[in-house]
C-alpha cells in the first residue's frame, strides 16, 4: 500500500479492554517519552517509527531523537514537511501529503522482543487557528497497546508502504520485562509531573484572580464609588435629551484622577511594510499570539494593559519594579518567540520596549455611546517618543524609571526628545543584557 493511503487507526479495533484508551495529549507526551526513554536507556536495537503529523512539531525533539536514532540504529519519522529538516545520522523522513491519512494519526511502533509497543491515536478536532503548535488545540482519540499481535500488524503495515523488509523478531518468551518497568516509571513520573504543573496553574489562577481584584480595587480607588455614583445620576438627570455634550463634560470631570505610574510602551519595528506583503490570515494569528504573550506578562506583574495599538501596546504598573521586570520578561520571551518563527519560515517581530514614570490621568473618556477607561498625560507621551528611540529587543528607560529601580546596570545616554526642551537623560538596557 501506498504511504500516502495507509493509516494505522483501524488497528485500535484489535486492541482488547486491558489496552489503555486515552485522547489527553498531556497523556499522549508522556507515553511517547517515556517509550523513547525506555528504548534509550536500555539500548533496544530496531526500528522507531514516529508519527509527528508536521515537520514542525518534530524540531523541539530533534535534541531527543538523535540520541534515540545513536541507540536504536534506525528510526522513521512522518509528517507533512511545513519545516525544513535537519539531518541526523540513523534517522529517516517520510513527507506526507495533507490529506494523508497518517497526516492526522500520532502514532509510535517499535516491536522488538525486549519492548513491543505502539501508541495509535487520530485527530478528531482542532481549532484552526492552533494548527502550527504540537498538542494544542487539538482533540485524539487511540490507546496504546502491548498486544505483540497489534504492534507486529502495524510494523508490517508500516514496512510494506514504505517497501521496506520487515524485521525479524525473535523469540520473547526470555525477553527481561526491564524496558517495560522503565516506561511505567517515567510514565508514572510524567504524570506526576503533569499533576503538579496543573497543582501549580491552579496556583497561578488563583493570584491573578487575586491581582484581578487588587486591580479593582486600585480602579476603584482612582475612580471612586461616589465619582461612579454622581457620573450615573448626572447621566440620568441629563438624560440624552438634555443640551448636546453637557452630560458627557459632567462625567468626564467626575471620572478625572491623577496618580503616578509607570507606563509601558512596545511596537514592532516594520511591522506596517509586513502587513502591507504578508498573508493577511497567518499574520493576525502570528500577532494574536505575539499580543498575548506581552499581555500575559503584564499580568503576572501586576500591570494592567491600557490599549493594544495596532501592533503596539500601552501598559501601566503602580511599581516602576515591577514594570522592569516584565519589560525585561516581555523581551525574553519575545526572543524566544521569535526565534520559533523563523523555524517556522514565518516573520519574527523585532521589537522596542520603553517606560517612563510620572503623574498620568487615569480617565473615563469617549462619546455618549462609548466610552472607556485610559491613561493620559505628558508621561504617557514621553513612553511612547523613547520607544522610538528604543533598541530593538532591548528596553529605554527615562530618568525617573531609571533611579526607581537601583541598582540596575543601563547605558546612560542623552537624547532629544520631540516635544522636549533640551535633551533628555535616558538609560538603555541592552539586548545583551535582557
Not at 423 to 434: A, D, E, L, N
Amino acid at each position: 500500500m501506498d504511504v500516502q493511503r495507509l493509516s494505522l487507526y483501524p488497528l485500535t479495533l484489535q486492541a482488547g479492554p486491558e489496552n489503555l484508551t486515552t485522547s489527553s495529549v498531556a497523556t499522549l507526551l508522556a507515553i511517547s517519552h517515556g517509550l523513547e526513554d525506555a528504548v534509550i536507556r536500555h539500548r533496544l536495537r530496531g526500528t522507531f517509527y514516529a508519527g509527528f503529523q508536521r515537520f514542525s512539531a518534530f524540531l523541539p525533539q530533534v535534541n531527543r531523537f538523535a540520541r534515540l536514532a545513536v541507540r536504536c540504529g534506525d528510526v522513521v519519522v512522518f509528517g507533512v514537511p511545513d519545516a525544513p529538516t535537519l539531518a541526523i545520522p540513523n534517522v529517516t523522513y517520510v513527507e506526507l501529503s495533507p490529506d494523508a491519512p497518517l497526516a492526522r494519526e500520532w502514532f509510535i511502533v517499535f516491536d522488538r522482543p525486549e519492548l513491543a509497543a505502539a501508541l495509535l491515536t487520530r485527530e478528531i478536532g482542532a481549532t484552526d487557528d492552533m494548527l502550527t503548535t504540537f498538542g494544542r488545540g487539538r482533540y485524539y482519540q487511540g490507546v496504546l497497546s502491548f498486544d505483540p499481535a497489534l504492534v507486529t500488524a502495524a510494523q508490517t503495515a508500516l514496512a510494506r508502504a514504505l517497501a521496506r523488509t520487515a524485521s525479524a523478531k525473535p523469540d520473547a518468551s526470555a525477553a527481561p520485562p526491564a524496558p517495560y518497568q522503565t516506561f511505567l516509571q517515567i510514565f508514572s513520573r510524567s504524570l506526576e509531573k503533569r499533576n503538579r504543573q496543573l497543582a501549580a496553574l491552579y496556583q497561578t489562577l488563583d493570584r491573578r484572580a487575586q491581582s484581578l481584584e487588587r486591580l479593582n480595587q486600585v480602579i476603584k480607588t482612582l475612580m471612586s464609588r461616589v465619582a461612579w455614583e454622581e457620573a450615573a445620576s448626572q447621566s440620568e438627570a441629563t438624560g440624552r435629551g438634555g443640551v448636546e455634550g453637557e452630560g458627557m463634560q459632567s462625567t468626564a470631570e467626575a471620572m478625572l484622577k491623577q496618580t503616578t505610574l509607570t507606563v509601558l510602551c512596545s511596537d514592532v519595528q516594520g511591522f506596517t511594510t509586513l502587513s502591507a506583503t504578508r498573508p493577511a490570515q497567518p499574520l493576525m494569528q502570528d500577532l494574536n499570539h505575539y499580543l498575548d504573550i506581552l499581555a500575559t506578562t503584564v499580568y503576572q506583574n501586576l500591570g494592567d494593559v491600557d490599549k493594544f495599538l495596532g501592533d503596539g501596546m500601552l501598559a501601566f504598573f503602580q511599581r516602576p519594579a515591577a514594570a522592569l521586570q516584565a519589560a525585561l520578561e516581555m523581551q525574553r520571551r519575545i526572543a524566544a518567540f521569535n526565534a520559533q518563527q523563523v523555524a517556522r519560515l514565518r516573520d519574527p517581530f523585532p521589537t522596542r520596549v520603553s517606560l517612563a514614570t510620572g503623574p498620568c490621568l487615569i480617565a473615563r473618556v469617549g462619546s455618549r455611546d462609548r466610552q472607556e477607561v485610559t491613561i493620559l498625560g505628558d508621561t504617557v507621551n514621553m513612553a511612547s517618543r523613547l520607544q522610538a528611540l528604543s533598541q530593538v529587543g532591548g528596553v529605554l528607560l527615562d530618568e525617573t524609571t531609571y533611579q526607581a529601580c537601583q541598582p540596575l546596570e543601563a547605558t546612560a545616554m542623552s537624547v532629544k526628545v520631540r516635544g522636549k526642551a533640551g535633551v533628555q537623560s535616558v538609560y538603555q538596557i541592552t539586548p545583551g543584557v535582557v
